[in-house]
């Protein structure tokens, strides 16, 4: 923490200021991200809002908001106070009878458009369930200013992870962060890539309604991994690869000539960084194999461009320490540019898998599905997100989508990627799925 502030505060990252300015030019548009937990049996709101207070009271990076202690002309702090009324930040909705699936998203989209106030603790929380439903939906929202996706996963380990050690630093593979000549040289040159234009979708060309749709699907994490073994690579590349077929079935690019690119945010946080909740992450474009008939061949594509992300434990210090050397007046336009459908027809995150099983107030999290950022101009966004498996539950991916209304049939997206993971499964001589399955919800209808 810098010697210049407080012991209960410490300053926003640079990408957090980036955000910050971002929201402040884009009010209009809220910018969070969360997730959506099932959870097994009917929460009760007094207990959740006791066992939050506890969490608090043991993880005061919990408490953190925005502060400006030298004046609205000084830099910004994250500062961590103990004066959190946790009956403002948790509070139960009663979703009426027999909505669903489709009365779900249609409560999480409304708030899509409500705002996660910055100057108290930046984060919500909902317990959501129909009448005399045995289970539990749990809403969790915050800002991104404050939280990226690996950010998420941390603080809701803080939440709710389950065990004496919730909220310990966890062992895990991480990127060491320092930059050298030769990142910084291929971080340059991959720079200039970003003057080629993404090949424009059909099915993202109309202008922007302001209103969101939101759909999902959930599948095994083993799944994924043995089509990964079947093909040689990784679940992220099986993500990708699957995306790209979606794609094709869903619309199909206005120019064969230029391949339709994907924004994949990856992170790049240093060791003394891997706790801090903020944003340390890093935006690479990847291009989507759409059109190519053999599987083995798309995953080839795929896999030449996401090799050099994962080779090392430098992968995005160099992008990282070019972001960081553009002028801060220009910094929220070099956030607005990656998102531009000229630059990338789609945004994508897989956050991986969390650290540790969760818990509700005593009530086992069953699937957790991501809730993606929408960001202004951006037309559709999916995230990947895994739960961490217990003893009873098995381990579950589940896919979360957002698109712009205006967008037609976004919502058969997450459905057409589960058919994209049959298509590999069988291309690889692998036994069907088992049908009992966590099915994919449904769409309430076409857009």
């Known amino acids: 923490m810098a010697a210049e502030h407080g012991t209960d505060e410490r300053p926003l990252s640079l990408m957090d200021l980036a955000l910050l ?18 959870v097994t049996g009917e929460c009760d709101l007094d207990a959740v809002r006791a066992a939050a207070a506890d969490r608090l009271r043991r993880f005061p990076a919990l408490t953190e908001r925005l502060a400006y202690p030298r004046g609205a002309s000084g830099q910004p702090v994250w500062a961590r ?13 009663l979703l009426p009878a027999g909505a669903g699936e489709a009365g779900l998203a249609a409560f999480v989209e409304r708030q899509y458009r409500v705002p996660v106030p910055l100057d108290a603790p930046p984060w ?13 939906t749990v809403l969790f929202r915050a800002s991104h200013v404050w939280l990226d996706g690996g950010a998420l996963h941390r603080a809701l380990d803080l939440l709710f992870g389950v065990g004496g050690d919730a909220g310990a630093a966890r062992s895990q593979w991480r990127r060491d962060g320092r930059s050298t000549p030769l990142a910084v040289a291929s971080a340059v040159l991959n720079s200039l890539t970003w003057a080629a234009r993404s090949s424009g979708l059909p099915a993202l060309a109309r ?21 990964g073994r079947a093909y040689g690579t990784s679940v992220n590349d099986v993500f990708l690869v699957a995306l790209s077929e979606a794609v094709d079935a869903w619309t199909e690019p206005a120019d064969r000539r230029q391949a339709p690119r994907a924004l994949m945010a990856m992170s790049s946080r240093r060791p003394d960084e891997q706790d801090i909740l903020s944003n340390f992450m890093v935006g690479a474009r990847i291009r989507l194999p759409c059109g190519l008939d053999a599987p083995q061949r798309r995953f080839e594509v795929i896999r030449g461009q996401t090799a050099r992300l994962r080779t090392g434990p430098r992968s995005g210090a160099g992008e990282r320490w070019c972001f960081e050397k ?3 007046r220009f910094r929220p336009a ?22 540790a099983p969760m818990e509700v107030a005593g009530h086992p999290v069953t699937t957790a599905i991501p809730v993606p950022v929408r960001l202004p101009g951006q037309r559709a966004f999916l995230v990947l997100g895994s739960l961490a498996p217990t003893d009873s539950q098995p381990r579950t991916t589940s896919l979360g989508v957002v698109t712009d209304r205006n967008v037609p049939n976004g919502g ?10 049959d298509r590999l499964e069988r291309a690889a001589g692998l036994p069907a799925f088992p049908a009992d399955a966590p099915p994919a919800p449904k769409p309430a209808a076409v857009f």
């Open 207 to 227: 202008p922007l309604s302001g209103e969101v749709r939101l759909r999902w699907a959930t599948t095994s994490t083993d799944r994924l991994r043995v089509l």
């Open 81 to 93: 106070r103990p004066d959190v009324d946790v009956s403002a930040h948790i509070r139960e909705h």
């Open 124 to 136: 919500q929380v909902w317990l959501l369930r129909e009448p005399g439903s045995r289970e539990t």
């Open 21 to 38: 300015r971002y929201q402040e030019s884009n009010h209009a548009t809220p910018i969070a991200l969360g997730y959506l937990l099932r």
């Open 412 to 421: 058969s997206l997450p459905d057409l990627w589960l058919a994209a993971l």
């Open 334 to 355: 070099a956030v607005a540019m990656g998102i531009r459908p000229l630059r990338a027809a789609v945004s994508t995150s897989n956050l991986g898998v969390f650290a």
């Open 326 to 328: 553009v002028p801060a």
